[in-house]
């Protein structure tokens, strides 16, 4: 069974760079016709969709955050990744990866990875 | 502002039905899914397309969809389904995604 994981800094500086990468265990990347994606959740709200990448290296963006968020993959290493550029305390939050699969008439994200907390503080 | 707009909290007596709801213009034309987020874990899928469930995910759990509103039943709802539900499908164009704004569910 497909597992994920999310691996990166717990603490980010304002102004600096996030970079998480997430690690897909129990099958390939590259095996399925999946999207694989980035959520958010800030402590104590609700969730906010980031971004999602296909293997082919197509992405789509959440648009209030599409000037910050470059999301990657790399098939050889079985992981993909979120860089969010220009962070600020507003961006502290646990961090999802999930897979998604996706049809013409719907979409669902499963399974998802544990989460990982990331607070951007000097 | 989420373009899925769910009932903050709900609550609902032991072994008794609850219904959450979501509401969007977008579920018009899309079905949306369902998640199951208890404290400190990661959201759990319960429902997915037009009335769907993962393996493992209680036959207590259904949807269903009726113009610009999708809705997620419990029927006999249990101790163990105490917890925050949140919809997921496209925004209003079509090409991104949104999740709603969550519905607290009280099993008393």
């Known amino acids: 069974q497909v597992q994920l994981q999310e691996l990166g800094p717990g603490l980010v500086k304002p102004s600096q760079t996030l970079s998480l990468t997430c690690t897909v265990s129990?099958?390939?990347?590259?095996?399925?016709?999946?999207?694989w994606s980035w959520i958010r959740q800030p402590a104590g709200k609700g969730l906010e969709w980031i971004g999602r990448i296909y293997i082919s290296g197509t992405t789509n963006y959440n648009p209030s955050l599409k000037s910050r968020v470059t999301i990657s993959v790399d098939t050889s290493k079985n992981q993909f990744s979120l860089k969010l550029s220009s962070v600020t305390a507003a961006d502290t939050a646990v961090f999802y990866c999930a897979r998604e699969a996706a049809l013409s008439d719907a979409n669902w994200f499963d399974p998802w990875g544990q989460g990982t907390l990331v607070t951007v503080s000097s | 502002s989420s373009e899925l707009t769910q009932d903050p909290a709900v609550s609902v007596a032991l072994g008794q039905t609850v219904r959450v709801t979501c509401q969007g213009d977008?579920?018009?034309?899309?079905?949306a899914s369902w998640y199951q987020q208890k404290p400190g874990q990661a959201p759990v899928l319960v429902i997915y397309?037009?009335?769907n469930r993962p393996s493992g995910i209680p036959d207590r759990f259904s949807g269903s969809s009726s113009g610009n509103t999708t809705s997620l039943t419990i029927t006999g709802a249990q101790a163990e389904d105490e917890a925050d539900y949140y919809c997921?499908?496209?925004?209003?164009?079509?090409?991104?995604?949104?999740f709603g704004t969550g519905t607290k569910v009280t099993v008393l």
């Open positions: 977008s579920l018009r034309s899309y079905y």
């Open positions: 997921n499908s496209r925004d209003s164009s079509g090409n991104h995604y949104v």
């Open positions: 129990g099958g390939s990347i590259s095996s399925g016709s999946y999207y």
């Open positions: 397309g037009k009335n």
